[in-house]
């Protein structure tokens, strides 16, 4: 099929079976690809109710028509299952040039169902696949063991791996690829490790084939052209990321001290521009990019080489627990890469952990020992403890909002989550749209789907009508780049324009898609992964869209925005505009018609929406 790999490569692991089947054009149309395919496989596979970390969950691995063609940055690919951190639908995204080979392999979506008696790593290379031993590979950091399977197999495989944490089921553990890039939220590694899988390495030799060969090369050049032509092409390319640790400073939007302030003294020497001057060895892109955003760093007084870190690391690890010294976070990023914990997670849950500790609500003889934030020793102890499920780090490997519910009192307010997800790097207090945005994140507080920081301070901060419309219409594109397996960055920072996709989409598949379908279709996403949270929880709805109470009851403490706060009033305005412009009930569940209405009756059918009140 035209821009596809066309099969789905399915392993069970517990029995050692694999079949390939073709992939379904009905497939291909109504659901695109990578977040569409997994949705709709973890909809219509997982049973309601089951063990995220058992074997009864399945990790789908999926990436999207445009990867592997010659579209600038084409190179994504998702990890999704049931999320041991939220217990709802989970999906984390990665870059690198995996994605390319899986279709030069052939497949669309590798399904891995059951766990291996043994630790194993698969061997994929186009339709030979087995089930290898992997015990040499047990135990070994995240990066050290890609290294390692390069070194046995060849360069030619694209290799992505779990660390020590994946290993632990640590609920917040990542996939890793490409020596630093990762799938790092809603615990895709913890999945991985349930499976006992440390290696997924592929190597494919097919082409993809192309509705329309010589109009998708006039096409691909003409972007790659566009792209170059962009202003801010060279400033991205410098500082990727890393540039903007000190705009959110001085916006008042980068997270403090756990949350509680949104302005960082001595931030400044986490910009960019030091990172470059004092750690950047070379620019690195992930397959057919443009715009390499990717840093990798030599940390010289830890003697360590590290990608990143990258702007969320920064915030969470920098700006949470309180380091102003940019190679103490390249270094703390390097440990988490390869113990494989998602960096936003950890610096969130260890900032709490260290406020917690302040606050007397933690004890010496609880942890171990005494913590400081801004001690790399504190933050290195948790990590490890954490990776290991040593200690105090058993309960910390369970995210904040289990730590919180164990640690009890006002603790509850310092676990800055949604739905169990730690929230990413963007304090947003003084920034309601982006609130929102986080709040109602299908996967729980994170940036990856929308981000509004922006537009609250081009429309005004204190502003409330407008928001949810924003967020909405955001929702909807930004993980429209997850239908498709390419980066969205080109977009968003760089001011790539949106019209092209549509257009080279068609000539790939052959399907005439207008912008406006191919919303629509990341809109019926949307409300199936709503739907799957539905399904989870019995008393899933408003209740669970609310932020940790810290943000609607205690004031920002210093900064641009101190004494901001985001008043329970505020956020249910929100809430109820955003509802009532999607189409839910004012409990934040989907209607019947609005289910009808994007071709999900089997969604109706199975949830029976009439038992709730439309
Ligand atoms: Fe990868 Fe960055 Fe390029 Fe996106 S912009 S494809 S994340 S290197």
């Given amino acids: ?115 291996c008696a043994k630790p194993c790593y698969l061997y994929i290379k186009d339709n030979q696949v087995e089930i290898r031993d992997a015990s040499h590979l047990w135990g070994k950091g995240a990066i050290e063991a890609e290294k390692a399977l390069k070194d046995e197999l060849g360069e030619e495989f694209q290799i992505c791996t779990i660390g020590p944490a994946g ?66 092409l060279d400033e991205w390319q410098d500082y990727g990321t890393a540039g903007v640790p000190v705009w959110a400073n001085n916006i008042g939007a980068f997270p403090t001290k756990n949350f509680q302030s949104s302005y960082l003294e001595g931030n400044e020497n986490l910009d960019g521009k030091v990172m470059r001057d004092k750690m950047v060895v070379t620019d690195k892109g992930c397959f057919g990019c443009p715009s390499p955003c990717g840093k990798y760093c030599y940390v010289k007084p830890y003697n360590v080489y590290t990608e990143g870190p990258e702007y969320e690391t920064t ?11 940019i190679e103490q976070v390249g270094y703390l990023n390097y440990l988490c890469d390869e113990l494989g914990l998602d960096t936003i997670s950890a610096g969130n849950v260890i900032g709490f952990a260290m406020e ?65 997800l730690e929230w990413s790097g963007y304090e947003s207090r003084s920034a309601p749209s982006n609130m929102l945005a986080y709040m109602t994140c299908d996967l729980g507080a994170h940036h990856s789907r929308a981000w ?25 594109i930004r993980p429209f780049f997850d239908l498709i397996g390419c980066c969205r ?44 949270a539905w399904r989870e929880i019995e008393d899933f709805g408003r209740k669970y869209d609310y932020p940790p109470a810290r943000f609607y009851e205690e004031t920002v403490t210093s900064g641009p925005n101190a004494g901001d706060v985001l008043s329970k009033e505020a956020l249910d305005f929100l809430l109820d505009d955003y509802y009532k412009l999607r189409g839910w009930d004012q409990n934040g569940l989907p209607t019947r018609e609005k289910l009808e209405q994007m071709g999900l009756g089997f969604v109706v059918r199975e949830l029976d929406p009439t038992a709730v009140n439309y």
């Avoid at 915030?315 to 010294?325: H, K, Q």
């Avoid at 191919?518 to 996403?525: H, P, Q, R």
Wanted: glycine share 12%.
């Fill in 315 to 325: 915030a969470l690890i920098g700006g949470n627990c309180v380091f102003t010294d």
């Fill in 167 to 232: 290993e632990k089921l640590v609920k917040y553990a990542c996939i890793s690829h490409d020596f630093g890039r990762q799938a790092g939220r809603t615990g895709m590694g913890t999945v991985m490790g349930s499976k006992n899988v440390k290696a997924i390495a592929i190597c494919g030799s097919n082409s993809i084939p192309l509705a329309d060969l010589a109009a998708t090369v006039a096409k691909g050049k003409e972007m790659l052209k566009d792209c170059f032509a962009k202003e801010n």
């Fill in 452 to 476: 509004s920081v922006t537009h609250d301070i081009a429309v005004g901060r204190k502003v409330l009508e407008g928001k949810a419309q924003k967020v909405i219409d955001l929702q909807h």
């Fill in 1 to 115: 099929m035209n821009g596809y790999g066309g099969n789905i490569l399915r392993i069970n692991l517990t029995t050692g079976e694999m079949n390939i089947q073709p992939l379904s054009e009905e497939m291909a149309r109504e659901w695109i690809g990578q977040r569409g395919f997994i949705a709709k496989t973890l909809w219509e596979e997982l049973k309601p109710g089951i063990d995220p970390r058992g074997p009864e969950n399945k990790l789908v691995m999926s990436t999207g028509p445009l990867a592997g063609t010659l579209v600038p940055a084409g190179g994504k690919v998702s990890f999704g299952a049931k999320s041991p951190a939220t217990g709802i639908y989970g999906e984390s995204c990665m870059g690198g040039h995996i994605a390319a080979e899986m279709k030069y392999a052939g497949y669309d979506m590798i399904i891995l169902e059951g766990a």
């Fill in 356 to 420: 917690c500790y302040e606050k007397g609500i933690l004890t010496k003889e609880q942890v171990g020992m005494e913590l400081k934030f801004g001690d790399v020793e504190s933050f290195k102890y948790l990590l490890e403890k954490i990776a290991a499920r040593e200690g105090i780090g058993g309960i910390l490997a369970e995210g904040v909002k289990y730590a919180a519910e164990q640690f009890g009192g006002d603790s509850i307010k310092y676990a800055i989550q949604v739905k169990g």
């Fill in 489 to 532: 960055l080109q977009w968003v920072e760089i001011g790539f324009e949106l019209e092209h996709y549509p257009e080279v989409f068609r000539y790939i598949t052959g399907f005439d898609y207008s912008q406006a379908d191919l919303m629509k279709i990341s809109e019926k996403v949307w409300n199936l992964t709503r739907a799957f």
